[in-house]
T-cell receptor
Framework: GQSLEQPSEVTAVEGAIVQINCTYQ??????LSWYQQHDGGAPTFLSY????GLEETGRFSSFLSRSDSYGYLLLQELQMKDSASYFC????????????FGTGTRLQVFP | DGGITQSPKYLFRKEGQNVTLSCEQN?????MYWYRQDPGQGLRLIYY???????QKGDIAEGYSVSREKKESFPLTVTSAQKNPTAFYLC???????????FGDGTRLSIL
């Protein structure tokens, strides 16, 4: 089967750094995406890794190791507004861009 | 103003009734997708379409139907055969290459 595993919940305080891990097992792999979703809202794109290594976008960074079938999202200088659910998603097909989503990690940021 | 418009925001279905969720986009993206999200869960693919007049089943297509008569529109019908339709439904588009999928604001469907 195809599966992505993420921790169900992470808590942190404002200003801290948090890492959300994602391990995957899929029949095809063309990249790993990260999305943020606030309660009741639409997922918004954060970051994408097609190759091994670190991608940095402002306070957010994402890492991929294809040999370990593993990636993570790193959030720095946490703010209250970062409280949301974070999903990793594997791009399982290049031509159709079919995405397989993890079950999400709920991040709660406390003052 | 470019984007993806899903309507209605909230929808209620009676037993045995078919309902149709609208998804319209003006991004000129070829590919469109429908996902279902249950509480505390990730997104699961229902149907997708890469070009007009063509669509493919996703992982959970049973009880759903779609059409793609225009590039801008990809409506989803939740049929009476879908016995557990209560969920959050999200429409997405894809431009191609390494671009991400973009999502609409979703439709929340409940059973009366």
């Amino acid at each position: 089967g195809q599966s992505l595993e993420q921790p169900s919940e992470v808590t942190a305080v404002e200003g801290a750094i948090v890492q959300i891990n994602c391990t995957y097992q899929t029949s095809g792999f063309y990249g790993l995406s990260w999305y943020q979703q606030h309660d009741g809202g639409a997922p918004t794109f954060l970051s994408y890794n097609a190759l091994d290594g670190l991608e940095e976008t402002g306070r957010f960074s994402s890492f991929l190791s294809r040999s370990d079938s593993y990636g993570y999202l790193l959030l720095q200088e946490l703010q209250m507004k970062d409280s949301a659910s974070y999903f990793c998603a594997v791009r399982a097909s290049y031509n159709t861009d079919k995405l397989i989503f993890g079950t999400g990690t709920r991040l709660q940021v406390f003052p | 103003d470019g984007g993806i418009t899903q309507s209605p925001k909230y929808l209620f279905r009676k037993e045995g009734q078919n309902v149709t969720l609208s998804c319209e986009q003006n991004l000129n993206h070829d590919a469109m997708y429908w996902y279902r999200q249950d509480p505390g869960q990730g997104l699961r693919l229902i149907y997708y379409s890469q070009i007009v007049n063509d669509f493919q089943k996703g992982d959970i297509a049973e009880g759903y139907s779609v059409s793609r008569e225009k590039k801008e529109s990809f409506p989803l019908t939740v049929t009476s055969a879908q016995k557990n339709p209560t969920a959050f439904y999200l429409c997405a588009t894809y431009q191609g290459g390494n671009q991400p999928q973009h999502f609409g604001d979703g439709t929340r469907l409940s059973i009366l």
